[in-house]
């Protein structure tokens, strides 16, 4: 279970989400059907670290891409990308670029076509943060650009303990109720 904690803020609705600790798969060698299931070239994808599925509540597969441009690019083809994460155990990919300048800022995209989601806002990011801190990457916090592309620009912030916490405003972009039975 990851707890979600609302509150207004300027307008704007604040998030934070603690998750659970980090669970690896294997790494990925071969990164040309990986590549192509993402519409890009094998040289996009960065080795180091090594594409492989990251879990903090739910298995991820990040993916380290050359630069925001290759992240940009992506356009992954659903029923190549579904293969890619069923061979991985994962339910979404995580593209990032990690800023040569400042490892403490990334930026992402996320395809998740097993739930039809096209873009998310922070299961990716706590087990991204927390594979960078595993690979000495980070040791503190990391801040994580997302949803440029697309129009719906977010920041989340991650910090590490134990376990990674994200935070982040958002923009309201859909109202309705929700009814939990159990």
């Known amino acids: 279970m990851l707890l979600i904690e609302l509150s207004p803020v300027g307008g704007r609705i604040f998030g934070r989400m603690k ?6 798969g294997p790494e990925i060698i071969d990164l040309a059907p990986l590549a192509a299931a993402l519409g890009l070239a094998p040289e996009d994808i960065v080795s180091e670290p090594a594409p492989r599925v990251a879990d903090t509540g739910v ?4 993916v380290r891409l050359r630069d ?7 356009e992954p083809a659903a ?3 579904l293969k890619a994460l069923s061979g991985a155990s994962a339910e979404g990919c995580y593209a990032y670029e990690l800023d040569g300048a400042d490892p403490h800022r990334a930026y992402a995209g996320f ?9 998310d806002t922070g ?3 706590g087990p991204l943060a927390a594979y960078f801190a595993t690979a000495g990457v980070i040791t503190d916090a ?3 650009e997302q949803g440029t592309k697309m129009g719906r620009r977010s920041i989340l912030r991650v910090s590490l303990s134990l376990e990674p916490e994200i935070s982040g405003a958002g923009t309201i972009v859909m109202c309705g109720t929700l009814s939990l039975k159990g």
């Open 111 to 119: 395809f998740n076509p097993t739930v039809g989601l096209w873009e």
């Open 59 to 62: 298995a991820h597969l990040l």
């Open 68 to 74: 925001s441009s290759a992240v940009d690019r992506a």
């Open 19 to 24: 998750q659970s600790g980090l669970k690896f």
């Open 79 to 81: 029923k190549g990308l």
């Open 123 to 125: 299961t990716a990011a």
């Open 142 to 144: 990391i801040e994580i």
